[in-house]
């Protein structure tokens, strides 16, 4: 990531140092430009030193005047290809480039980037929603403590059983688990016994193999519990970055403190998480506001922690129970969703971006090939909702799900694009995370590690869950790939683990 010292050069005039020889303590300028030093620190760890609204401002001006600044952009695209990321100024105005010519250059290098380091991967996963018991006042989630019509479900540890069963029966591996914030109903002792139920079940050929979590900001204590329970990724959106309109989109609750949500990333790798997912609602705020924090935010943590962020998830704002999207005014079309994506995965390329069942099959697709690299399958975003679908008097959805298909469908349909649908978690299993798994992405070598493993896993999805014309497309598609695993060894390897996955051994991996 770009050090302070190259941002502070990149600030407009009225942000650059004067010379050493004319500075004047006790001048007004002085102490205004000590004031810009101290406000904007990316390895400072206070949430308006590190997301510093006045450095926001000046890079949407910068980007602004610089949109149609041919030669700047066709610089900063040549800086792209040698895929080191790009800082948020950079990249906003790359989002702001009104030129045809290199937009369309644009888009191929966040193809050709998406390419050299995840190949034709997607990684697949379901989220769990335990309880939707909340006491925050978020105008956007239909869990608000206000809602009193809201169907209020909490599950068992018996439910989340038949739960987690009915996930593997799909085909799931990965679950992201989701909760509302409550202090009583969802206390961190819950969350933790749930991870602990879940991981325990080994139905059939079925067990969930990685667990990340998605509940509110917490202290470093229950960070380092959800660590020693054996969590992947600790995900939390930001929701928005602009601190005045987080705190008019939170008025009460636990979450209405801005500092204590933006600063949560820091306590969890504090606690001992090594990977840590950000995001943004986009549609909640201006969206290219939320851009620069997003990614200043991914500066922030490699500044501070020495890695950045492993995911990044891009939602955008949709119907639930008593919300309409169409209150809000900041929605983005599908073309800026899909240039937001493609931007993204240039100025974070080991970064992994991630897309919900709120979207459609068709936004799904387009934004697939530009750069995100994790989708959800067969979800359900009830309380309850995968064992037996819910009433439509009894909702307790978080949001409504856009991409109704099941988990076969899209497998299926991911493979006729040429994808490969991966269920693996190895890297996670095997402790390559944090640092270690960035610098394995940024070697070129996780390579031999990564396709070989989505290979394997996709070949246990067939053997025990497709359809047959989903087998017999995964199949021809597995052949078709082995011979892309670089390291013949590897491949051999692999080869032979496929063989005896067929005659019923599981769980290979490298």
Request: with cysteine.
């Given at each position: ?211 990340n979590v998605n509940i509110a900001a917490t202290t470093v204590e229950n960070y380092t519990k959800l660590k020693n329970a054996g969590i992947g990724t600790y995900i939390l959106f930001q929701e928005t970055y602009n601190k005045k309109l987080y705190e008019q989109k939170h008025p009460t609750g636990p979450k209405s403190n801005y500092a204590y949500h933006t600063e949560a990333m820091d306590r969890a790798m504090e606690g001992g998480i090594d990977d840590v997912g950000c995001g943004v609602l986009f549609g909640l705020a201006p969206y290219r506001y939320d851009f620069v924090g997003l990614l200043m935010h991914a500066e922030h943590l490699e500044a501070a922690k020495g890695v950045g962020p492993h995911t990044i998830s891009v939602p955008r704002i949709r119907r639930a129970d008593d919300i309409d999207p169409l209150l809000f005014s900041d929605a983005i079309d599908d073309a800026t969703f899909a240039k ?171």
């Amino acid at each position: 990531m770009t050090c302070l010292a190259s941002l502070l050069v990149e600030l407009p005039e009225k942000y650059i140092l004067a010379d050493s020889a004319t500075r004047d303590a006790s001048s007004p300028k002085f102490l205004f430009l000590q004031k810009v030093e101290k406000m904007y620190n990316p390895q400072s760890c206070i949430a308006t030193d590190f997301i510093d609204d006045a450095e926001i401002q000046a890079t949407l001006e910068y980007a602004a005047a610089n949109k149609n600044n041919k030669a700047l952009i066709s610089e900063i695209l040549d800086k792209a290809r040698e895929c080191r990321g790009l800082s948020h100024r950079e990249a906003l105005v790359l989002l702001d480039c009104e030129d045809v010519e290199l937009n369309e250059r644009l888009f191929a290098e966040a193809m050709e980037i998406k390419q050299r380091f995840y190949g034709n991967r997607i990684v697949m996963f379901a989220p769990l929603y335990l309880s939707n018991y909340c006491v925050n006042g978020c105008t956007y989630c239909p869990y608000h403590m206000k809602n009193t019509h809201i169907a209020r479900k909490k599950l068992t540890q018996d439910e989340i059983r038949a739960e987690v069963i009915a996930l593997q029966d799909m085909g799931h591996k990965r679950l992201a688990l989701e909760t509302g914030e409550h202090p009583t109903m969802n206390p961190i002792e819950y969350v933790l016994e749930s991870i602990d139920t879940i991981y325990s079940i080994h139905h059939k050929n079925g067990a969930i193999r990685r667990v990340n979590v998605n509940i509110a900001a917490t202290t470093v204590e229950n960070y380092t519990k959800l660590k020693n329970a054996g969590i992947g990724t600790y995900i939390l959106f930001q929701e928005t970055y602009n601190k005045k309109l987080y705190e008019q989109k939170h008025p009460t609750g636990p979450k209405s403190n801005y500092a204590y949500h933006t600063e949560a990333m820091d306590r969890a790798m504090e606690g001992g998480i090594d990977d840590v997912g950000c995001g943004v609602l986009f549609g909640l705020a201006p969206y290219r506001y939320d851009f620069v924090g997003l990614l200043m935010h991914a500066e922030h943590l490699e500044a501070a922690k020495g890695v950045g962020p492993h995911t990044i998830s891009v939602p955008r704002i949709r119907r639930a129970d008593d919300i309409d999207p169409l209150l809000f005014s900041d929605a983005i079309d599908d073309a800026t969703f899909a240039k937001i994506v493609a931007v993204l995965r240039i100025a974070v390329p080991y970064t992994g971006l991630i897309i919900s069942t709120r979207e459609s099959k068709a936004a799904r697709e387009m934004v697939l090939k530009l750069g995100v690299s994790q989708i959800s399958g067969g979800s359900s975003t009830s309380v309850g909702g995968y064992v037996t679908p819910e009433p439509e008097d009894e909702n307790s959805s978080q949001f409504d799900v856009v991409d109704t298909r099941t988990l076969d469908e899209i497998v299926n349909w991911l493979m006729r694009m040429d994808y490969v649908p991966s269920f693996c978690t190895a890297c996670y299993r095997e402790g390559r995370t944090g640092d270690r798994f960035m610098s394995l992405v940024k070697s070129g070598a996780i390579a031999n590690c990564c396709h070989p493993n989505a290979l394997m896993t996709l070949k246990e999805y067939l053997e025990d869950y497709a359809s047959p014309e989903t087998r017999a497309i995964g199949e021809a598609l597995i052949q078709r790939e082995l011979p892309k695993i670089p390291n013949e060894k590897v491949r051999l390897i692999a080869t032979e683990h496929l063989m005896e996955l067929h005659e019923g051994k599981r769980d290979f991996r490298f």
